[in-house]
C-alpha cells in the first residue's frame, strides 16, 4: 500500500469490491425486470435512459406491492407531516434539566426545518422501496450551500460495500456519472482533467465523465490534526479515466 498513489488504491479496492458483489447482480437484475426496471444502473451508460424497461412485467401485483410498502414506512415511519424523533442525551439525569430539554428541542425544531427544505423526504421513498424489493439499499447525505443538506438515493448496482470487524458498513464506493458543466461547478476548473477542461473550453457542456466517491476509514489520519483530510473517514472524489493520480477532492466525515 505504501508503494501505491491514492487513487491506485482506491482503484484496487474498488475491484475487490466489484468481485465480491458479482454473485448478487443477476438477482438483482431480475428483481428489478419483473418489479422495479428503473431502479438499477450497473452500468454508467445506463443515464437518462428513456426506453420502456417494463416489457417483463405481466402481473403488477409486485410493483404495486412495493410501492404501498414505501408509501407506508414514509407515513409510519418517517412522517414528514408530525415529529418522528427526539434527541436525547446519554445521561438520563441530564435530560431532568431545562436548559438541557429547551437546547434539544430547539436543535430538533432546526433538523426538522433543514430536512424539510431540502430533498430528504423525496429520497427516503426511494430508499424504502429498494429495501422492500432488493433487500438493501443506501442513500447518501451531502453538504449544500443552499439546503445545507442534499441527498442523493443510490441506484442499485451503482454501489459497493464493506463491513467493518463490527459487521457494520464502514466502506462505501459509488460510480457515476456528472457531466463536465457539474464537474467544473462541484470542483472547479483547476482540478479537473484535461478531457473535463476541453470540453468546457469548446462548450460541450453536457459531456460525460464517469465519477467514483468513496467513503472509507481514514486509517493513516492524524488525529492531532483538525482538517477535513484528517477526520474518522475519508470522502474523494476522481475522475475514474481522469489524468495519472490526480484526485479532485480529498476531504473527510467525523
Known sequence: MADLSPKQHYLKHLGQLKNERTSFEEHWRELAEFIDPRSTRFL?????NGSKRNTRIVDPTASKAARTLQSGMLSGITSPTRPWFKLAT????MMKFG???????VVMT???DVMNRSNVYQSLPIIYRHL????TAAMAVLENDEDVIRTHPLPIG???LSNSNRLSVDTTYRVFSMTARQIVMQFGLDNVSNAVRGAWDNANYESWFDIVHLTEPNINRDSGKLNARNKRFKSAYFELAGDGDKMLSESGFD
Open 158 to 160: 451503482s454501489y459497493y
Open 132 to 135: 422492500g424489493v432488493f433487500g
Open 44 to 48: 454508467t451508460s445506463e443515464r437518462n
Open 99 to 105: 436548559p438541557v430539554k429547551r437546547w434539544l428541542d
Open 110 to 112: 432546526r433538523m426538522n
Open 90 to 93: 446519554p445521561d438520563p439525569d
